[in-house]
């Protein structure tokens, strides 16, 4: 139950707040600086996490240059693809979804930055 509380939140509040559901680019590049000290979305290269460039639809722990903590491997050999869906649970909570996972980032807690980070993930270039 633990770790479906997080995922509910969310959905409640992606229920009550429609508008939010498209996320914004531009809006998503000022919050992904919180991410970019160890991610990077517009470049192959890994930093202290794995690249994110191309993230959206891929597997998770699929980068075959970056070391996953093995609880983000299990998570990956699971079957789980980084959609919208458990993007968005996943940076609500990253320890609550994938509990050991090395990434010490506690999470983004409006549904707001949840979809602007995601809208510029799936298109970087349009946050210019």
């Not at 996490?49 to 983000?72: D, N, T, W």
């Amino acid at each position: 139950m633990p770790r479906l509380l997080p995922y509910l939140l969310l959905c409640l509040c992606l229920g009550a707040t429609p508008g939010h559901a498209g996320g914004d680019a531009k809006a998503g590049a000022s919050v992904f600086r919180k991410c970019g000290a160890c991610h990077t979305a517009t470049e192959p290269n890994n930093r202290v996490g794995p690249s994110l460039m191309g993230v959206i639809g891929r597997p998770a722990a699929s980068v075959s240059s970056y070391s996953y903590s093995e609880a983000m491997k299990a998570f990956g050999s699971e079957g789980h693809v980084w959609d919208e869906a458990t993007m968005s649970e996943y940076l609500l909570s990253p320890k609550a979804m994938v509990g050991g996972t090395k990434m010490s980032f506690a999470g983004l807690k409006k549904p707001q930055d949840i979809a602007d980070v995601i809208a510029y993930l799936k298109d970087p270039s349009a946050a210019k």
